[in-house]
């Protein structure tokens, strides 16, 4: 089985930056797609990035060129680098993983505030 935990979320300033990072572990098969989810307050879960074992990455519109995702295959560890900030990205973040079976994880999930 595989477990996700999400870690950097915290207060940040319109404008300013933070990185997201989550860490899969455990035994199970392997990781092939990771990714990162939010939910906003009032809102359903959205995807905001993915990223393929080879590199290959989408983004939703309201994050490109603002978010960055990477990942640390030897590790199986994906992060979010975030900045220009809005009050708008206030979310939970939640962490994914996809198996080569087509089998999904979910991290607990890490807040993310950005107010002045």
């Known amino acids: 089985q595989v477990q996700l935990v999400e870690s950097g979320g915290g207060l940040v300033q319109p404008g300013g930056s933070l990185r997201l990072s989550c860490a899969a572990s455990g035994s199970g098969f392997s990781i092939n797609t990771m990714g990162w989810y939010r939910q906003a307050p009032g809102k359903e879960r959205e995807l905001v990035a993915t990223?393929?074992?080879?590199?290959?990455?989408n983004y939703a519109d309201s994050v490109k060129g603002r978010f960055t995702i990477s990942r640390d295959n030897a590790k199986n560890m994906v992060y979010l680098q975030m900045i220009s900030l809005k009050p708008e990205d206030t979310a939970v973040y939640y962490c994914n993983a996809v198996n080569l079976y087509g089998i999904q994880y979910w991290g607990k999930g890490t807040l993310v505030t950005v107010s002045s």
């Open positions: 990223i393929t074992s080879f590199g290959g990455t």
